[in-house]
């Protein structure tokens, strides 16, 4: 008589399959997968670097470009260039989600790699405001990296790691959004910096912003280049592999493994069993939107603080230069990395990934409440104290959006998981196209409004970002937030 615990249809491991490899190795593997986080690490990297460069110099871009009338319409359109990145992006995620479903995770990173060298170095060429709009448009359009390397190192990871993967992503995508503008606020202008380097008539005298994009490019062909060697996830065999390749080797119930009943496909790779829509998948759905709720918020708040930083006195700014300004975001990334790389884990082990990242919430809310007050200091103690607060809020948000990661990639099987990150990109990134182009909008408006009696000046912009904060806390409570109760495999 059959033993009734045992599980009616086994996972099995086919030959010639990517993913089976992967599984096999977890399998064997006990110990963090070291080479495959590093690829996790270098390419959410090299995918933030470019989107975050520009922020430092984007307000003395625009000037440049004479396209705002006065100096406080610069922000304006500041906004709607940072915002065009977001909005290509938004609307090709889920295409490459299905894309690297369908082909693979490796294929679809590297063209994603390669499109980043050239669009990028193309943006630092920009000598009008439409050629900056359109490159960093295109760069975004052809961006599927982030949604990816949450699906990755998912894949890669048993399951007591995955929460150190998730965390290594968030992580590397939060320091690029800190070194990244350190990058642009260092190198931006050289020739106005360094006149005996780069002289008078140079090419980066002729294009002042081309050498943080170039640099971010460099390293983005070094990736590219090195994810030829990049192990495949994705699992690839269909009816016939057991008829082609052999018997199969059966083994324990793994979450990512394909079993017979889950991955028939026909020949063209087209999925046979009826799943549950992605749309349906309310505890998916639900940590998309508070995650695009919050990343609206980040993206705003990016810009915003760049913006504020070295913007004049007179308006609330702190008259910071692009160096001062890139000193105070190194330092909020060193800060970034050591907490989230041994003490996340910890965390989220401990109380969970929603209590995590609703403690971050409430803490952001009241770090962004300080910041008018941080702005009427002056010397050692507002660099200390922004630079205090400058890293708490970046670890603070690079923690909500782990959990909402974790959440996320649990929710789906495998097979569904680049659409799910796709689609969750694709809201991210509409959300986040309106970020800065409402942070800079805000912004302008607030430096209009330096006598009114409520909210003057910066004031507005910090409340306005503790109301979208507040916001995205409310979203992470039931009834709206749904945790999945068991990982969804089937």
């Known amino acids: 008589m059959a033993n009734i615990e045992e599980p009616m249809l086994k996972n099995v491991y086919y030959r010639d399959c990517p993913g089976c490899r992967m599984d096999q190795l977890k399998e064997t593997r006990r110990g963090i997968p070291y080479k495959e986080f590093t690829y996790v690490w270098v390419v959410t990297l090299c995918n933030a670097l470019p989107m975050s460069t520009l922020f430092p110099y984007l307000y003395f871009m625009i000037r440049d470009v004479h396209i705002a009338r006065r100096e406080e319409d610069i922000g ?37 790699t390669a499109s980043m060298v050239l669009f990028n170095t193309l943006f630092g060429l920009s000598t ?33 790691h995955q929460a150190l993967g998730l965390s290594l992503t968030s992580t590397s995508w939060g320091i690029g959004l800190i070194i990244g503008p350190a990058l642009g606020g260092w190198l931006a202008q050289p020739a106005e910096k360094f006149p005996n380097i780069f002289p008078e008539g140079s090419l980066f005298w002729r294009f002042p912003y081309l050498l943080p994009c170039l640099c971010t490019s460099i390293f983005a062909a ?26 199969h080797t059966p083994l324990k119930a ?11 496909q026909d020949d063209s790779g087209i999925l046979l069993h009826s799943e549950q829509s992605l749309l349906r998948n309310w505890p998916l759905m639900s940590a998309i939107i ?17 913006l504020w930083a070295v913007s004049p006195r007179k308006y609330g700014g702190l008259n910071y230069s692009t160096n001062v300004l890139g000193e105070v975001l190194t330092l909020s990334g060193i800060g970034l990395f050591i907490f989230q790389t041994f003490f996340y884990p910890v965390a989220e082990k401990s109380i969970g990934p929603i209590l995590v990242s609703r403690l971050a919430a409430v803490l952001s809310i009241l770090v ?28 603070l948000s690079v923690s909500i959006a782990t959990g909402l ?3 996320q990639n649990n929710a789906v099987p495998q097979h569904q998981r680049g659409a799910a990150n796709g689609i969750a990109m694709a809201g991210m990134s509409l959300f986040n196209g309106f970020g800065p182009a409402l942070g800079g909008m ?28 507040f916001v995205g806390l409310l979203m992470t409570f039931k009834p709206f937030l749904v945790e999945p109760g068991v990982k969804n495999t089937e």
């Open 290 to 306: 508070a995650y695009c709720v919050f990343s609206l918020h980040d993206m705003a708040y990016t810009e915003i603080f760049s």
């Open 368 to 395: 962004l409440s300080s910041y008018p007050f941080i702005a009427l200091l002056s010397g050692f103690s507002l660099f200390l104290s922004l630079n205090c607060a400058s890293m708490v809020k970046n670890v």
């Open 128 to 160: 009008s405001f439409w050629m900056a709009l359109s490159t960093r448009f295109l760069l975004g359009a052809m961006n599927p990296l982030l949604a990816l390397m949450k699906a990755y190192a998912t894949e890669v990871s048993r399951e007591e």
């Open 76 to 112: 304006y359109y500041a906004g709607f260039v940072g915002s065009s990145y977001m909005f290509g992006r938004a609307l090709t995620s889920v295409f490459w989600g299905i894309m690297a479903d369908k082909f693979g995770r490796k294929p679809i990173i590297m063209i994603g």
């Open 222 to 247: 070094i990736v590219f280049i090195s994810c030829f060697w990049l192990p495949e996830t994705l699992h690839m065999h269909n009816v016939n592999c057991a008829n082609k390749y052999g018997l």
């Open 254 to 264: 793994s979450p990512d493994c394909c079993t017979v009943k889950e991955n028939i």
């Open 442 to 469: 805000l912004f302008s408006l607030a430096e209009k409004r330096q006598k009114v009696s409520f909210l003057p000046g910066v004031q507005l912009v910090f409340f306005a970002l503790c109301v979208i904060e």
């Open 405 to 407: 990661f974790i959440l």
